[in-house]
């Protein structure tokens, strides 16, 4: 497979109109237009979005397929170039990202000696597109929240890498400072053999599937003596890997069929956002007041930590299992409970102290909870106590 770039001139008519078929037939799911439309094309060809002073686009031409994408060049004149990279449907997944990259680069610092810094960027959760850069030695700069644009949604995170002229010409990889690494450790704990046995099944693709992944530096599961039971620890280089990680996994075959299965894990070097953090804490607080699920044991097990305690409106103190199985005889019956004078109290990264009055089937009562966010919430304390 050889890969070659030929200039394309976006003022010439027949390249002009050959590259607004390729666009048109052609999604690309990852850019802020996904599905260019042949006025949207024409209005760039214009504009000199494709050719121009600072602006060099080439065809991807693959010597035993043909033409297979195109490629832009912008700010070509500067200290720091850009580049857009577009491969035809066809071409992706087959190993073409890398090459075509390291032949944009030879051509930006081989045309352009003014050029000291080769830099891409695209979102977040693009995996491929960052496994590509990461195999042609670009090191990623930066992380932007809410810095892609995404039509008919919210935006997304994206990301910024770069490859140095001098890294280019000596065949080497300067690294840049990174925040902490984001490591996990726990286990996962099956309640049944059936539950084992799916964690089986799926056990040897998820694993692949994640050591595959850009930002992860290290992630194991190991069996131990408990047959039920595994140890769980994983290394991420960053944030921004363990949670493009966490949605991967959410959306994966082994994210559907062990949902369900009980997890006990620290998190270590996330910064959470504390909008967040508390939200969560929210959510699964008013969540564990719902009777319907107060009613499903392994939904309240899932909500309370193992070492779960509360110390009940009686002075009772209840262990986690105790409260589970009162819970399920007695869950209440009402579906809209009342939450007012609503207080919390940031105790650490992951860690949030809420506070607020309970009106439930007409009793009034005063609560607090202390829930851990690491990622799913998790309660470690709660008490109650009667008003009037």
Same mark, same amino acid.
């Given at each position: !497979?050889?890969?070659?770039?030929?200039?394309?001139?976006?003022?010439?008519?027949?390249?002009?109109?050959?590259?607004?078929?390729?666009?048109?037939?052609?999604?690309?799911?990852?850019?802020?237009?996904?599905?260019?439309?042949?006025?949207?094309?024409?209005?760039?060809?214009?504009?000199?979005?494709?050719?121009?002073?600072e602006?060099?686009?080439?065809?991807?031409?693959?010597?035993d397929?043909?033409?297979?994408g195109?490629?832009?060049?912008?700010?070509?004149?500067?200290?720091?170039? !850009?580049?857009?990279?577009?491969?035809?449907?066809?071409?992706?997944?087959?190993?073409?990202?890398?090459?075509?990259?390291?032949?944009?680069?030879?051509?930006?610092?081989?045309?352009?000696?003014?050029?000291?810094?080769?830099?891409g960027?695209?979102r977040?959760?693009?995996l491929? !597109?960052?496994?590509v850069?990461?195999?042609?030695?670009?090191?990623?700069?930066?992380?932007?929240?809410n810095?892609?644009?995404?039509?008919?949604?919210?935006?997304?995170?994206?990301?910024?890498?770069?490859?140095?002229?001098?890294?280019?010409?000596?065949?080497?990889?300067?690294?840049?400072?990174?925040?902490?690494?984001?490591?996990?450790s726990?286990?996962?704990?099956?309640?049944?053999?059936?539950?084992?046995e799916?964690v089986?099944?799926h056990?040897?693709?998820?694993?692949?599937?994640?050591?595959?992944?850009?930002?992860?530096?290290s992630?194991e599961?190991?069996?131990?003596?408990?047959?039920?039971?595994?140890r769980?620890?994983e290394?991420?280089?960053?944030e921004?890997?363990?949670?493009?990680?966490?949605?991967?996994?959410a959306?994966?075959?082994?994210?559907?069929?062990?949902?369900?299965i009980?997890?006990?894990?620290v998190?270590?070097?996330r910064?959470?956002?504390?909008?967040?953090?508390?939200?969560?804490?929210?959510?699964?607080?008013?969540?564990?007041?719902?009777?319907?699920?107060?009613?499903?044991?392994?939904e309240?097990?899932?909500?309370?930590?193992?070492?779960?305690?509360?110390f009940?409106?009686?002075?009772?103190?209840?262990?986690?299992?105790?409260?589970?199985?009162?819970?399920?005889?007695?869950?209440?019956?009402?579906?809209?409970?009342?939450?007012?004078?609503?207080?919390?109290?940031?105790?650490?990264?992951?860690?949030?102290?809420l506070?607020?009055?309970?009106?439930?089937?007409?009793?009034?009562?005063?609560?607090?909870?202390?829930?851990?966010?690491?990622?799913?919430?998790?309660?470690?304390?709660?008490?109650?106590?009667?008003?009037?």
């Amino acid at each position: !497979m050889g890969i070659s770039l030929t200039r394309l001139d976006a003022n010439d008519p027949d390249d002009g109109a050959e590259l607004s078929a390729f666009l048109t037939a052609n999604g690309f799911p990852f850019h802020v237009r996904a599905h260019p439309t042949t006025a949207q094309v024409a209005h760039d060809l214009r504009g000199g979005v494709w050719t121009g002073d600072e602006v060099e686009s080439y065809w991807i031409d693959d010597d035993d397929e043909g033409r297979i994408g195109v490629v832009r060049l912008d700010d070509v004149a500067d200290a720091t170039a !850009m580049v857009d990279l577009r491969l035809a449907e066809r071409a992706r997944g087959r190993g073409r990202g890398a090459p075509v990259l390291r032949a944009a680069t030879d051509q930006v610092f081989s045309a352009h000696p003014a050029v000291i810094r080769f830099e891409g960027q695209t979102r977040v959760d693009n995996l491929a !597109m960052r496994r590509v850069f990461e195999q042609c030695g670009w090191v990623q700069e930066a992380h932007y929240r809410n810095g892609w644009p995404v039509a008919g949604a919210e935006p997304v995170a994206s990301v910024a890498y770069s490859v140095l002229r001098r890294d280019w010409a000596a065949g080497t990889t300067t690294p840049v400072p990174r925040g902490p690494a984001v490591t996990l450790s726990g286990e996962l704990r099956c309640a049944d053999a059936a539950q084992a046995e799916r964690v089986r099944a799926h056990l040897d693709e998820h694993v692949a599937l994640t050591r595959a992944e850009p930002g992860c530096l290290s992630f194991e599961v190991s069996p131990t003596d408990d047959e039920l039971v595994w140890r769980v620890a994983e290394r991420f280089v960053d944030e921004a890997a363990f949670d493009a990680h966490q949605r991967r996994v959410a959306a994966s075959a082994w994210g559907r069929e062990t949902a369900g299965i009980e997890r006990s894990y620290v998190i270590r070097g996330r910064a959470r956002d504390v909008e967040a953090l508390v939200d969560a804490a929210w959510a699964a607080e008013q969540h564990l007041l719902d009777p319907s699920v107060r009613a499903d044991p392994h939904e309240v097990g899932r909500l309370l930590d193992p070492s779960f305690v509360e110390f009940g409106q009686s002075g009772r103190r209840w262990t986690r299992d105790e409260i589970v199985a009162a819970l399920q005889e007695e869950p209440g019956t009402d579906p809209l409970p009342s939450l007012s004078e609503k207080e919390h109290r940031v105790l650490g990264p992951d860690t949030v102290l809420l506070t607020y009055l309970l009106r439930f089937e007409d009793r009034l009562s005063r609560r607090s909870s202390l829930w851990r966010c690491d990622p799913a919430p998790r309660c470690l304390f709660h008490q109650g106590t009667p008003v009037g």
